[in-house]
């Protein structure tokens, strides 16, 4: 009824009423420790080598899908070497053309962020510019148009996407806690205006990292995390590699994120899940592992089975280098099954997803 008030009071005043939001296809959702999608338990059924799979979100990170360096010092470092320039429309349209076969293999989801994460794999200093907000807080359209094409097709996939809003290096952009506060809110109105159902918050990536602001660090970044939920979303935040959450997140958190980066012994990873779930203010939730930067698909033993047994969902981070053909996370980015280790872990998720 509201809306159609609205759209009442437009045409009164001689605007034309907003679109209505597509139908959405996807919808994601959490029973106890596990994911559903529509209602039905992800990979419903299924188990692997005596690990029960059902209910897991077998993920990867993409967060560079969306994009750009507003910094004209820098943003020739990730020229094509086809074109010899930077151009984010192509990276889109090359990410959006590479989703299905990641589909195809057995991916639920991906993580993508509003503010990117390192172009180089890992560095100490930001000099670029990548945000999908302005200092005061407010959205960037060519950055949330890229992205409504990412989700839209997401949508259509039937993949889940983890949805990062800050990231270290690039939070300063934003001028104080109220342009954060703000940016965070534009981002819920943005998703709440298109009606998506197929998005989980990351509030921001690994929290106990180089913030600048308060609210973003791990003391009180429990208060975004309830002002996400407070909006409908399935929310939480991540901590560094080998890091366990800390109760305040636990206690808001719908879902605990952690990242296996730097935990070389693959049985610290199953320690890791038994110290989440022993957390005062833990309950029945998914343990979910978005980012880990360690490989060894050919072993009987590694970081993506080792988090199966646990029965905690488990993310392929693949930071590579910039030259078109090595990992996801270095623009610019080959977003297809390009390299033996991509091909490696998409064929050992098609194995354990059974799809």
Not at 92 to 105: K, L, S
Not at 238 to 249: D, I, L
Not at 326 to 347: E, H, I, M
Request: charged fraction near 25%; hydrophobic fraction near 40%.
């Amino acid at each position: 009824m509201k809306s159609i008030a609205l759209a009442a009071l437009l045409l009164a005043a001689g605007q034309a009423a907003p679109a209505p939001p597509k139908p959405r296809q996807t919808r994601v959702s959490i029973q106890g420790d596990a994911f559903r999608i529509n209602g039905k338990p992800t990979y419903a059924g299924r188990a692997w080598q005596g690990r029960k799979i059902e209910g897991l979100l077998l993920n990867s990170r993409m967060v560079q899908g969306i994009f750009d360096d507003l910094n004209p010092d820098t943003a020739g470092t990730w020229a094509y070497p086809d074109t010899k320039t930077w151009d984010p429309e192509r990276n889109t349209r090359e990410f959006v053309a590479a989703m299905p076969e990641w589909r195809r293999h057995g991916l639920l989801a991906f993580t993508i962020d509003l503010q990117g994460g390192s172009p180089q794999g890992y560095s100490q200093k930001q000099p670029w510019h990548n945000s999908a907000f302005t200092e005061t807080g407010d959205l960037r359209p060519a950055y949330m148009a890229r992205l409504e094409r990412i989700l839209d097709r997401a949508d259509e996939l039937g993949l889940v996407a983890i949805l990062g809003i800050f990231y270290f290096g690039q939070d300063e952009r934003l001028k104080d806690e109220a342009a954060v506060v703000r940016a965070f809110d534009a981002s819920l109105d943005w998703l709440c205006a298109r009606a998506y159902t197929n998005v989980l918050l990351e509030v921001n990536n690994e929290c106990n990292v180089r913030y600048d602001h308060a609210i973003l660090k791990p003391d009180r970044v429990h208060e975004l995390i309830e002002r996400g939920k407070t909006r409908g979303f399935l929310s939480g935040t991540s901590y560094g590699g080998g890091a366990v959450p800390k109760e305040n997140v636990v206690r808001a958190s719908d879902f605990l994120l952690m990242h296996g980066n730097g935990v070389k012994d693959p049985a610290r990873i199953a320690e890791m899940v038994r110290q989440a779930r022993a957390v005062p203010g833990y309950r029945p939730m998914p343990v979910l592992f978005n980012e880990d930067d360690h490989f060894d698909f050919d072993k009987p033993m590694n970081n993506f089975v080792v988090a199966l047994s646990e029965h905690a969902s488990w993310g392929y981070f693949d930071p590579g280098k910039s030259d078109y053909q090595d990992g996801y996370q270095c623009p610019p980015v080959n977003w297809g099954l390009s390299t033996d280790r991509k091909k490696g872990f998409f064929a050992k998720l098609k194995e354990i997803s059974g799809e």
